[in-house]
C-alpha cells in the first residue's frame, strides 16, 4: 500500500545538484515556457500553454491532484542557480496496486545535462523506499527517442505497443508503454 504520510507534508527532496520542491502557482511563466516550446512539445501529444493563465489552471489542477492523494508535483530546480529546469509528476495513483504513471519535461537548454537522470534517481529512490510504491510506468509517443533513451537507461522495460489508441490534434496516435519495477531499480542501482 501507499504511504499516505506524504500527503499530508509535500516530500520536497534533494540531490547532488537539485532541489525538487512543490509546484506553486507562482512558477506559472516558467511552466508556460516549457509548455508552449515546440522543440518540448513535439511528442507530447497535448496542448501548448499559450498563456500564463493556462499554466496556472494546470498547475491548480496538479495541486489538486495531490490534494486528493491522486499525484504529486514537483518542481526541478538548479542549487547553485535557482534556475528551474523542468517538472516531474507521479500522476494516476493507483493505490491498490501500488503504482503510478510519470510524466516530466524540462526546457531545451537543460538537455544532455543529466538533469533528468539525477532527478529520476532522487524520485524513484523515493517512491519506491518512502512512497512504497511498487512499480513505475510510462507512456511516450513512439517517436520520443530522448524518452526512450532516458527512460531505459533508467531500467525501464517496454511492456507494450499499442496502435491508434489516442486521439489527439484530429488524429489516432500510437503508445509505447513501458514500466518500472521497485526490484529492477533496486538491483540496478547496487551494481557498481
Same mark, same amino acid.
Given at each position: 500500500m501507499i504511504n499516505e504520510t506524504y500527503f499530508k507534508?509535500?516530500?520536497t527532496l534533494e540531490s547532488e545538484r537539485l532541489l525538487l520542491?512543490?509546484?506553486?502557482?507562482?512558477?506559472?511563466?516558467?511552466?508556460q515556457s516549457i509548455r508552449s516550446n515546440e522543440r518540448v512539445m513535439k511528442y507530447m501529444d497535448s496542448e501548448?500553454?499559450? *498563456?500564463?493563465?493556462?499554466?496556472?489552471? /494546470?498547475?491548480s489542477m496538479k495541486l489538486k491532484m495531490y490534494q486528493e492523494n491522486t499525484g504529486i508535483f514537483w518542481a526541478i530546480i538548479e542549487k547553485s *542557480?535557482?534556475?528551474?529546469?523542468?517538472? /516531474?509528476?507521479f500522476f494516476k495513483m493507483d493505490h491498490k496496486n501500488s503504482r503510478t504513471e510519470i510524466g516530466y519535461t524540462s526546457k531545451s537548454e537543460f538537455w544532455g545535462n543529466g538533469y533528468m537522470q539525477e532527478a529520476m534517481t532522487s524520485i524513484f529512490n523515493?517512491?519506491?523506499?518512502?512512497l512504497n510504491l511498487h512499480s513505475l510506468e510510462a507512456n511516450i509517443n513512439p517517436g520520443n527517442d530522448k524518452s526512450r533513451a532516458i527512460l531505459t537507461k533508467m531500467g525501464f522495460q517496454k511492456e507494450a505497443y499499442f496502435r491508434e489508441n489516442?486521439?489527439?490534434?484530429?488524429k489516432y496516435?500510437?503508445?509505447?508503454?513501458?514500466?518500472?519495477?521497485a526490484s529492477d531499480f533496486k538491483t540496478d542501482n547496487t551494481k557498481g
Open positions: 507534508h509535500f516530500p520542491r512543490k509546484l506553486e502557482l507562482t512558477d506559472a511563466p516558467e511552466i501548448r500553454q499559450s *498563456t500564463e493563465e493556462h499554466s496556472e489552471r /494546470f498547475i *542557480t535557482n534556475a528551474f529546469i523542468g517538472d /516531474f509528476s523515493f517512491g519506491f523506499d518512502k489516442y486521439y489527439y490534434d484530429g496516435l500510437d503508445s509505447e508503454i513501458y514500466s518500472l519495477l
